[in-house]
Nanobody, 121 residues
Framework: QVQLVESGGGLVQAGGSLRLACAAS????????MGWFRQAPGKGREFVIG????????YVANSVKGRFTISRDNAKNTVYLQMNSLKPEDTAVYYC??????????????WGQGTQVTVSS
């Protein structure tokens, strides 16, 4: 069992930056691929970015490519989402997720509770 807790959300102006963190409980954190999803008002949850168990591979949605990066620190059981050049359309609740690398984008095994990111124009 893995519990995920996100932090770092907030309000930022367009063009600004935010860094989200997701702290995981459990001794098996390093065995999971990790990812971030988001859900904007009135829309479905979408995959944003993911990283494999040791940080050697990342997967990035076209909508955030070149602006968002993901990293992980297995010693701290934490994954990070660095968001730069934020746009109003990035406004959403951001969720951390954990699962197998093969299924992460479609069927993560674990979810965090989400953190709100609001980008003002």
């Amino acid at each position: 069992q893995v519990q995920l807790v996100e932090s770092g959300g907030g309000l930022v102006q367009a063009g600004g930056s935010l860094r989200l963190a997701c702290a995981a409980s459990g001794r098996t954190f390093s065995s999971y691929a990790m990812g971030w999803f988001r859900q904007a008002p009135g829309k479905g949850r979408e995959f944003v970015i993911g990283i494999n168990w040791n940080g050697g591979r990342t997967y990035v949605a076209n909508s955030v490519k070149g602006r968002f990066t993901i990293s992980r620190d297995n010693a701290k059981n934490t994954v990070y989402l660095q968001m730069n050049s934020l746009k109003p359309e990035d406004t959403a609740v951001y969720y951390c997720a954990a699962g197998s690398e093969v299924h992460l984008q479609l069927r993560p095994d674990y979810w965090g509770q989400g953190t709100q990111v609001t980008v003002s124009s």
